[in-house]
């Protein structure tokens, strides 16, 4: 079974940097579509990027230009590097293996808090 463990929330200024990591285990993160979303009070989960097993990416249209993801295989985790950080960036984000191209499921971790200041 896999688990998902997020990690590197926290409180940052605006124009900030943050980067949060997602460690796996019980699952094979290069085999897989490894994905970041973040939900903000009141809204609806977004899909803020992802990474397949290919490493192409793809990213909301919002952070474009500021976020990148990445992968280490040798540590099993993926990344999300936030730059340039803006007040809306503001919410839990979450790490999700999906693998319902595979007929499968998301799995999902618990969440790290981002909340960017101005």
């Known amino acids: 079974q896999v688990q998902l463990v997020e990690s590197g929330g926290g409180l940052v200024q605006t124009g900030g940097s943050l980067r949060l990591s997602c460690a796996a285990s019980?699952?094979?993160?290069?085999?897989?579509?490894m994905s970041w979303y973040r939900q903000a009070p009141g809204e609806q989960r977004a899909l803020v990027a992802e990474i397949t097993s290919n490493g192409s990416t793809n990213y909301a249209d919002s952070v474009k230009g500021r976020f990148t993801i990445s992968r280490d295989n040798a540590k099993n985790t993926v990344y999300l590097q936030m730059n340039s950080l803006k007040s809306e960036d503001t919410a839990v984000y979450y790490c999700?293996?999906?693998?319902?191209?595979?007929?499968?499921?998301?799995?999902w971790g618990q969440g790290t808090q981002v909340t960017v200041s101005s």
């Open positions: 999700a293996r999906d693998r319902r191209a595979l007929g499968g499921t998301v799995s």
């Open positions: 019980g699952s094979v993160v290069r085999l897989n579509t």
